[in-house]
């Protein structure tokens, strides 16, 4: 698995590099066939006063891109939101391949006892 780390108008810490990390572990956990991630954080204009910070992801699983962002007054709180989603999402990722997978066993199964009646 790759991780991009990147920022637009924010210079990335080693802190942060490792807040970031430590909360990636979380979703990588439940789901270990992630091909690469590429997390984006970044200040908005000055215009928005509540909303500033940014955090987005794009996360690339085999035939599929989850992409997410999440907005907050802190950038760690923004942070936090989006793994959040992340991980709900990836949970249903997960759930959605392995309930495809059972699916087609269960048919098979029920095709090859349906024809030797």
Known sequence: MNLLLTGQHVDISPALREYVETKLERVIRHFDQIIDIAVVLGVEKPSEKDKRQRAEVNLRVKGNVIHLDHYAEDLYAAIDGLIDKLDR????????????????LKSISANISATDM
């Open 89 to 104: 999402q990836v949970v249903r990722h997960k759930d959605k391949v392995q309930s495809h997978k059972n699916e087609s």
